[in-house]
């Protein structure tokens, strides 16, 4: 039985602090994305123990580096090579995190759909080109060089070849409309030149809620259910927060635990591709009533 579940079993992890709790003043935009991905790793421990190995790779000077059988992908590898280089990562909070590590997570964000794509797609590109090609090639020649070059392909794969010439003084979106016209040739469809279709106005919709400031405080009630005995002792800790434009309360004890549920969730979301456990602070219940729940069920009996 893991210690989240037993109320009788001390708690081994470290204090609950403000900063773990209260991510009011966490800027919106890239610097959110970054703080919901690195504290939600936080609460992995699949994570921190790849971390860990990672770590002990690179001071032994291994060389490769080598992840757990449940990396598969390029781009899951990538994810704990970033968090491995940030210094501060398990125990640092975001907001207390060096300038420098901050840096390497946001560089993690911006490469990271580049490294996707590589990594989903290496083996069976969605297009192949040479550039300067030396001498003189056949048509048949390059065909022939595409397929030993990824034998992976199927023969079967619907795969156009042939020569191309890109003009880079044009815009890109000049260049991927013309493209776009060559693909819609090589699927038998006719290119049409006709004016472009006049867009219909759109009303727009009205401004939703955040949904990486939704987690991030769901993780904070999370957090909060873990520590707090009961939940009026974690609202007393959240009503500090409730008059600020980013603070986290809630007012039921209902809608924090869906919250909890929604921090699981989210959770499973980012890391279940490494780590099908809870999270790290997850409970069932608020501890004060599980306490009481045990005393009740050892006087019946």
């Known amino acids: 039985m893991s210690y989240n579940d037993d109320p009788n079993i001390e708690r081994s992890t470290p204090a609950l602090t403000v900063l773990d709790y209260d991510f009011s003043e966490v800027k919106s935009g890239a610097e959110l994305q970054a703080c919901g991905f690195y504290e939600y790793a936080r609460e992995s421990r699949a994570i ?35 968090l491995s280089s940030c210094s501060g990562f398990p125990d640092t909070p975001w907001q207390r995190l060096s300038n420098e590590d901050k840096q390497i997570v946001f560089r993690h964000f911006s490469s990271l759909p580049h490294v996707y794509r590589y990594s989903t797609t290496w083996h069976n590109p969605p297009l192949t080109f040479t550039l300067n090609e030396p ?3 056949t048509l048949d020649a390059w065909k022939k060089q595409c397929r030993e070059r990824l ?71 999370m957090r909060l259910r873990y520590y707090c005995d009961t939940f009026t002792e974690a609202q007393k800790l959240m009503q500090a927060l409730k008059s600020k434009p980013h603070g986290m309360f809630y007012g039921y004890r209902d809608n924090a635990n869906r919250a909890c549920s929604v921090a699981m969730s989210y959770f499973q979301k980012l890391f279940g591709w490494l780590d099908p456990a809870e999270p790290i ?8 009533t599980r306490k009481t729940k045990c005393i009740s069920e050892s006087l019946q009996k």
């Open 151 to 221: 034998p992976t392909v199927p023969e079967s794969d619907p795969i156009k070849s042939g020569f191309f010439a890109v003009n880079m003084k044009y815009d890109h979106s000049v260049l991927i409309e013309e493209f776009s016209k060559y693909l819609r040739h090589f699927e038998g469809k006719p290119t049409l030149e006709t004016p472009p279709t006049a867009k219909r106005l759109v009303r727009a919709k009205p401004r939703g809620r955040k949904s990486t400031r939704d987690a991030l405080n769901a993780l904070a009630a």
């Open 48 to 82: 921190g123990a790849e971390v860990t190995a990672l770590r002990r790779q690179l001071d032994a000077k291994t060389g490769q580096l080598r992840c757990g059988p449940r990396v598969q992908f390029l781009h899951q590898s990538y994810v704990l090579i970033t």
């Open 281 to 288: 602070h997850f409970t069932k219940h608020w501890r004060g």
């Open 135 to 137: 001498g003189t090639m």
